[in-house]
């Protein structure tokens, strides 16, 4: 909040600190037109001055304003960035069931529930015995069939993949849909090839 009428514009200065050792210094902003007693809010964020894309990894940064001739009119404050692992829970839902990410069992280390299947590939709750293995069956045991149906451009926003269709009396889920359009002739058949449900 400027207290002066005297000072027209400021700047918001970064003094940068690289793990390295080295620092440097940028100018992170630049404000005009200044008013007396109005409240200005300046970013002071890693993310929010862009040091995130500089090439040197940083390890703290000073933030602080100064007038036009560089004469400072803030104290200075320092950040420095916390490179510390902090565990925050956060979850996958997929269909109604909770996968915990970064834990890939289906308890914690404290011994908690923390979801329904585990993101783990093998064991009784694993992605492989509860989603994958049921699929390899259903593909195992189902019959291929492939027709050719009347279709129209309206068709194409009744697609259902997850539906199941009978055809022929025999309840079919369908694999893929071929559409079939030529130069000056307008879309009239598409070939489904299913899979028999038995």
Not at 152 to 169: H, K, N, S, W
Request: charged share 15%.
């Amino acid at each position: 909040m400027p207290d002066s009428f005297a000072l027209a514009s400021f700047q918001l200065q970064v003094r940068v600190h690289y793990a390295d050792g080295t620092s440097g210094q940028l100018l992170a902003a630049t404000v005009n037109n200044v008013y007396r007693f109005e409240v200005y809010c300046l970013p002071a964020g890693f993310t929010q001055l862009g040091l995130s894309n500089l090439l040197n990894p940083v390890a703290s940064w000073e933030v602080w304003v100064c007038n036009a001739a560089g004469v400072a009119q803030t104290e200075r404050r320092t950040y420095v960035l916390a490179t510390d692992y902090v565990a925050r829970p956060r979850y996958l839902l997929s269909e109604g069931n909770s996968y915990r990410l970064l834990s890939p069992g289906t308890v914690d280390y404290n011994g908690a529930s923390v979801g329904d299947y585990s993101l783990q590939w093998a064991g009784p709750q694993g992605l492989y015995q509860q989603w994958h293995k049921p699929w390899l069956d259903f593909r195992a045991r189902a019959v291929p069939a492939e027709y050719e149906v009347p279709f129209r451009i309206a068709d194409l926003l009744t697609l259902d993949p997850a539906g199941q269709e009978l055809v022929d009396f025999h309840l079919q889920l369908w694999q893929k849909v071929s559409l079939k359009v030529s130069v000056g002739s307008r879309l009239r058949t598409a070939t489904f090839s299913y899979q028999e449900l038995l």
